[in-house]
């Protein structure tokens, strides 16, 4: 069979490239002098490369093996293998950059530091409200209580840890969508009890009511839990019986509800400024 006459013109920089990933393939390099920490773990040495790379802002193949000094194949296959667990993912402009699975993370994280917080701040909301106090945040199309405290005796709106609510109704889904994106916030409102309007009037004041919108004769009061970077991580509410907490719920629980989500808001950020910049 006859060889086309450009056969010798191919380039074979991918195959130079081959071999030299082939010589390093995973291995458990020993430590070289070059100002970086080494594990000992050759493959998670270079993994950490790449986030490092990643950690200034989207970047192309090329300057990812530029910034690494990993070899292109290698680069890509890492790369690659981080995109299937999210840690990593490619932007509008096809660059690398990194994936949601960070903020994930720093959520649960985040959500553990709330939780040692959360305790006496309920507790105090239920003594100077007489009302049930909860802490949702959300999950998709839906929100999830983390933390609750019951009235403790007499007609009350019980909501058990752990419940799983819709986030087309209720205070807590409000705070919770509010400050979201666009395509978020029309995605969940196309069945929304509430309006964009109504969510903007709650980013205006920094508070949401809602009454017999999640269960009739019920109403609530919510407000936003934010993380040190100001993003709202959750939403404490308190919610109880329509009949005690009157038609205009907002006007005498909202200032209690918002000092508590505020306190909640500072304290994880003081948490945060305690444990201090990566060294």
């Known amino acids: 069979m006859a060889h086309s006459s450009h056969a010798?013109?191919?380039?074979?920089?991918?195959?130079r490239e081959a071999v030299?990933?082939?010589?390093?393939?995973?291995?458990?390099?020993?430590?070289?002098?070059d100002g970086d920490i080494h594990s000992g773990v050759g493959v998670?040495?270079?993994t950490v490369k790449i986030l490092e790379a990643l950690e200034n802002g989207p970047i192309t193949l090329g300057q990812l093996v530029k910034a690494t000094g990993l070899a292109r194949p290698t680069a890509h296959r890492l790369a690659t293998a981080l995109e299937r667990h999210r840690f990593?993912?490619?932007?509008?402009?096809?660059?690398?950059?990194?994936?949601?699975?960070?903020?994930?993370?720093a959520a649960a994280a985040g959500e553990d530091r709330l939780l040692?917080?959360?305790g006496p701040i309920l507790r105090t909301l239920l003594n100077r409200t007489g009302e049930s106090a909860q802490i949702f945040r959300r999950q998709g199309e839906h929100r999830i209580c983390i933390a609750a405290l019951d009235r403790p005796s007499g007609l009350r709106d019980s909501i058990p840890v752990g419940a799983v609510?819709?986030?087309?109704?209720?205070?807590?889904?409000?705070?919770?969508?509010?400050?979201?994106s666009p395509e978020r916030i029309h995605q969940i409102l196309l069945r929304a009890k509430f309006s964009a309007s109504?969510?903007?009037?709650?980013?205006?004041?920094?508070?949401?009511?809602?009454?017999?919108?999640?269960?009739?004769?019920v109403c609530s009061i919510s407000a936003p839990i934010r993380n040190p970077a100001g993003q709202v991580m959750a939403a404490i509410a308190i919610s109880g019986p329509v009949e005690r907490m009157s038609q205009a719920p907002g006007r005498h629980y909202?200032?209690?509800?918002?000092?508590?989500?505020?306190?909640?808001?500072d304290a994880l950020q003081q948490s945060a400024s305690s444990i201090g910049p990566r060294g």
Not at 8 to 15: C, K, P, S, V
Not at 88 to 105: N, P, Q
């Open 8 to 15: 010798a013109a191919i380039d074979h920089t991918w195959l």
């Open 88 to 105: 990593v993912c490619h932007d509008e402009h096809g660059r690398f950059t990194l994936g949601s699975r960070f903020a994930e993370l």
């Open 116 to 118: 040692n917080a959360a």
């Open 165 to 180: 609510l819709s986030m087309q109704a209720g205070a807590a889904s409000q705070i919770l969508l509010a400050w979201d």
């Open 198 to 217: 109504r969510l903007a009037d709650v980013r205006k004041r920094g508070w949401a009511e809602s009454i017999n919108e999640h269960e009739q004769g």
């Open 254 to 265: 909202a200032p209690l509800v918002m000092a508590a989500g505020k306190y909640l808001s």
């Open 20 to 33: 030299q990933e082939a010589r390093y393939r995973d291995a458990d390099e020993p430590a070289t002098d």
């Open 44 to 46: 998670l040495d270079k």
